[in-house]
């Protein structure tokens, strides 16, 4: 038996409770882990609130929480390749099985191994963050010396876009609150802040001549304000808000399979992609945890350390 922290139906924080369970038995294409360290997303509250359906491989309550985690293969089970038992790896649980756990299962495909000298709190941080910023850069396709603007820059997945166009020497612009600024600085982007500017006029200001591109991880009427500011409104993706599309942008392509997150963890060797992990919480403070990401105000990533 293990613990682990989810809920026993779909709702806000009140359903949330700790349990015991025995250790998932890994199924067709899965992997069982020990889990080190798990990420915290603000999906993983959606998912608990009933609003992501689809994505809970039909598992019975209480279900557990968490989408993204790094640990140790403890078995494998059929028509596994490229992973063996006692593999350092970091990988997506995308069926259903969550990962503020001790142990969990990881679907096999979006898995991978853990490079030499990768941290696994780093490693918890790239299935969702990093692989989301090398998506979206992947499908801008924007030039060295374009403009970009991260609507929303200040979280795990802003941060990580805007490092990685900074990293492909694009002019980057951020939005956030004022608490946003100092890590959204440090990885190069130039920083609006929307509680005391006016977003639009701010931005127009630093890049007279339009955005390259502009990616939204806000969503509703903070990207229909922004979205006249891209030269081209093909060049708008969003990240959590499909009516982007009635705009005419495009939704973000999410590449999840093994190669995507091997790219994201050599950046992350590298330094490319290096997280800016603001919160380490103990799997006893799961709920915490959680809550600091619900609340919308949190920098960077927020990861529980279970073992």
């Known amino acids: 038996m293990g613990q682990a922290w989810g809920f026993g139906r779909h709702g806000g924080p009140e359903v949330q409770e700790f349990f015991d369970r025995p250790d998932p038995v890994p199924g067709r294409g899965e992997v069982l882990i020990r889990v080190d360290v798990a990420g ?32 140790t293969v403890l078995a494998l089970g059929e028509d596994v390749d490229g992973l063996e038992v006692g593999d350092a790896v970091f990988g997506f ?52 010396g374009a403009a970009i603007l991260v609507n929303g820059v200040g979280g795990g997945v802003g941060l990580a876009v805007a490092r990685l166009a900074a990293a492909r020497e694009l002019h980057v612009v951020g939005t956030g609150s004022a608490a946003k600024r100092e890590p959204a600085e440090t990885v190069g982007a130039r920083f609006v ?24 991880l806000v969503g509703g009427s903070a990207l229909r304000a922004v979205a006249p500011l891209a ?48 919160a380490v919480h103990p799997l ?15 920098s960077g990533k927020v990861v529980i350390k279970v073992t």
Do not use: C, K, W
Not at 40 to 64: E, I, Q, S, T, Y
Not at 112 to 133: E, K, Q, S, W, Y
Not at 257 to 277: H, S, W
Not at 284 to 298: F, R
């Open 231 to 278: 030269r081209d409104p093909r060049n708008v993706l969003a990240v959590g808000d499909q009516s982007v599309v009635d705009i005419g942008g495009r939704f973000v392509e999410r590449r999840l399979d093994r190669e995507n997150l091997q790219r994201a963890a050599r950046l992350a060797l590298d330094g490319v992609l290096a997280p800016a992990i603001t």
């Open 40 to 71: 915290v997303n603000p999906l993983d509250h959606l998912l608990r609130a009933g609003l992501v359906p689809g994505l809970d491989g039909g598992r019975p309550f209480p279900r557990v929480l968490g989408m993204e985690a790094a640990g």
């Open 193 to 216: 802040d929307y509680t005391t500017d006016d977003v639009v006029a701010a931005a127009r200001e630093l890049v007279p001549g339009g955005f390259d591109g502009i990616v939204d």
């Open 93 to 144: 649980a995308l069926t259903g099985g969550g990962t503020y756990a001790e142990t969990t299962v990881l679907s096999a495909p979006n898995t991978a191994r853990i490079p030499a000298g990768l941290p696994a709190t780093v490693a918890a941080t790239l299935p969702v963050a990093g692989t989301t910023a090398v998506d979206v850069l992947d499908q801008l396709g924007l030039p060295a």
């Open 284 to 298: 006893s403070d799961a709920p915490a945890a959680l809550a600091t990401v619900e609340s919308g105000h949190t």
